[in-house]
């Protein structure tokens, strides 16, 4: 283990960059770690600190005949999903932050947290964890660096980014990287905050270690932070999957899609065509973010800045994602799954009947009848990325790939129809703005609410939500060859509270007519909010329902479509300082063409 008096030499032999050096310096001090420890990336350093991990009771070997190199881990019980309402934006003036977000003045929230950081790695290590979102060498890449006392940080973040030295060496001698500092201090949640400082490039995350929290690359770099940069550098930075689909000639395009949690997108960025799509191929990009930039030729090009996927574990299955469970079966760290007598893992979801003998997310024995879920319905897998069967090569392109369509979904049981696609890019901004979900276990607070989640960001804007909105704009006009713009809902019910579409591979229905859309090739209807698949551009009985329940699942009624303009006015109004006055204009054209 490295003493703070071999640190300097450490640090040396990765580094001579003064400022990581001096930033490195001035935390420990503030943080007063018993040992700093800088992470290289390397096999050696993995397995070391895996054992240490081990040693430490931070994580279980797992049966390594089922699941080999895998470990399960387990949260305390208070710290368990993202926490939005002690999540902040901390800029100049509340404004800059907007109404949609939290927000904490700078100085006040360094002095804040500068108290709780004050001494909390006393007794601990600290580690330094250097890391790349996106391809070394790439222009769309960020380097950070995540100092932590968390082990479980360390080799989750090893997994989710490109870490150790070749984001040293792509740093160089720049001034240019995310500082992120993290300390669990006692998982306390009355100590517990997040803070971004968009205007330092500086992420503060102290009282937690879920993952959303703290491995904070993702949602804190990549999104929050990311959101503010890409406006200021003239780029977007969305909570959005990529796919590639490859059609029998060998044409291949690329779509990216937002859905908020739990909304079936890891297992829409894995899908796999039925069998009556022969020669169809669907490969991963990403799960979850999506960097997009404007490229010479004037279209949308995206990245993955992630290598691996931070998934959440409950219903996903055989059926529902056999490219998950095959991603899942090695170097994986489980997080709140259950446990089986024969040190596999579990959850609710995953077969028809659970096996005997589990132990649930606490620890405790578990059967049928006590009444709790044996794994915690936020759950998590955290696995790499080269684990997934389908990853396209092109996860690996430093241009990043073009993209044909953005797609739009949330988890609505009746009004929005089961595609749609906009009249054009502002009617598209529209769409993804008033995009509405009903909540889910991902984040703490009520579940089965609808509550707008415009582009699936509302979580995760770094700065006013209405000027996010002009950035989407005016990033259009930019675009020579925009990508259309749909919206899907997968989760319409019947009358009896059934879902009407089978979803899982049966939404390569609706992906093939997205595309051949697109390509210019599939027929529409207009509507008097967009256009959808004239009645036999879905064939209903290869997707295994009635044409009858196609009818009902891409019904527009007038009234529900009225009720839901009513519903977006507490949006607008929050956002009325910097709503894009052409969305305001536009929401009022689409309500009088309702009648």
């Not at 009355?190 to 879920?210: A, L, M, V």
């Not at 054009?424 to 769409?431: E, I, K, L, N, S």
């Amino acid at each position: 283990m490295i003493t703070n008096h071999e640190t300097a030499s450490v640090a040396q032999n990765l580094t001579t960059n003064p400022h990581l050096l001096a930033w490195v310096k001035e935390m420990a001090a503030l943080t007063k770690p018993d040992r700093i420890v800088w992470c290289d990336g390397s096999e050696e350093e993995k397995e070391r600190l895996t054992r240490q991990a081990v040693e430490e009771g931070v994580l279980i070997p797992l049966n390594p005949e089922k699941r080999p190199g895998s470990y399960y881990a387990r949260s305390n019980p208070n710290d368990v999903a993202r926490v939005e309402h002690l999540t902040f934006i901390c800029t100049p003036t509340r404004e800059e932050a907007g109404p949609t977000n939290n927000w904490m003045a700078p100085e006040e929230a360094y002095s804040k947290l500068g108290k709780l950081f004050d001494g909390s790695m006393r007794g601990r290590t600290m580690y330094v964890v250097p890391y790349i979102m996106g391809l070394p060498g790439s222009p769309f890449s960020k380097v950070g660096v995540e100092l932590t006392d968390s082990i479980y940080v360390v080799l989750n973040m090893r997994i989710m980014t490109r870490m150790g030295k070749v984001a040293l060496e792509q740093l160089g001698d720049s001034n240019d990287f995310n500082r992120g500092l993290h300390s669990m201090l006692d998982l306390d949640p009355e100590k517990r905050f997040i803070c971004h400082f968009p205007q330092d490039n500086t992420i503060w995350s102290i009282g937690s270690n879920y993952g959303g929290n703290v491995l904070l690359g993702k949602k804190c770099l990549a999104l929050r932070i990311g959101s503010y940069l890409g406006r200021k550098e003239g780029w977007l930075a969305e909570h959005m999957l990529i796919l590639e689909v490859e059609n029998p000639q060998g044409e291949r395009r690329y779509v990216a899609a937002a859905f908020p949690s739990a909304c079936g997108k890891t297992n829409f960025a894995m899908l796999i065509p039925p069998a009556k799509f022969a020669g169809w191929k669907v490969r991963t990009i990403g799960d979850d973010i999506a960097w997009m930039r404007i490229g010479e030729d004037g279209r949308l090009w995206a990245v993955n800045p992630e290598n691996g996927y931070f998934g959440v574990a409950p219903g996903t299955n055989e059926k529902s994602n056999p490219n998950a469970m095959a991603s899942l079966r090695k170097d994986t760290i489980f997080t709140n799954v259950a446990l089986t007598a024969d040190g596999d893992v579990w959850w609710e979801g995953m077969t028809k009947e659970p096996p005997a003998g589990l132990t649930d997310w606490k620890g405790n024995p578990w059967t049928p009848e006590s009444g709790e879920k044996a794994a915690h319905p936020n759950s998590r897998f955290t696995t790499p990325m080269a684990n997934n069967p389908a990853l396209s090569p092109r996860a690996y392109d430093p241009q990043g790939v073009p993209i044909s369509a953005i797609i739009f979904g949330g988890r609505r049981s009746d009004t929005v129809p089961l595609v749609l696609q906009s009249f054009d890019w502002t009617h598209g901004v529209f769409m993804g703005a008033t995009m509405g979900s009903e909540t889910t276990a991902a984040a703490v607070g009520q579940v089965g609410v609808v509550r707008r989640d415009p582009m699936a960001m509302l979580p995760f804007c770094g700065y006013d939500m209405g000027e996010y909105f002009a950035h989407w704009l005016e990033i259009g006009k930019r675009l020579k060859n925009p990508p259309l713009i749909f919206q899907v809902n997968w989760f319409r019910k019947d009358e009896n509270g059934d879902f009407i579409w089978p979803g899982f591979g049966e939404n390569m229905h609706v992906l093939k007519w997205i595309l051949d859309r697109a390509d210019g090739k599939a027929s529409a209807k207009e509507t008097p909010i967009g256009y959808v698949p004239e009645d036999d551009a879905i064939d209903a009985e290869a997707a295994g329902i009635t044409k009858d329940q196609l009818r009902k699942a891409m019904a527009i009624d007038a009234e529900e479509w009225k009720r839901e303009f009513e519903l977006q006015e507490e949006l607008f109004q929050k956002l009325a300082r910097t709503m894009p006055k052409e969305l305001v204009e536009l929401r009022e054209k689409l309500r009088a063409r309702l009648g």
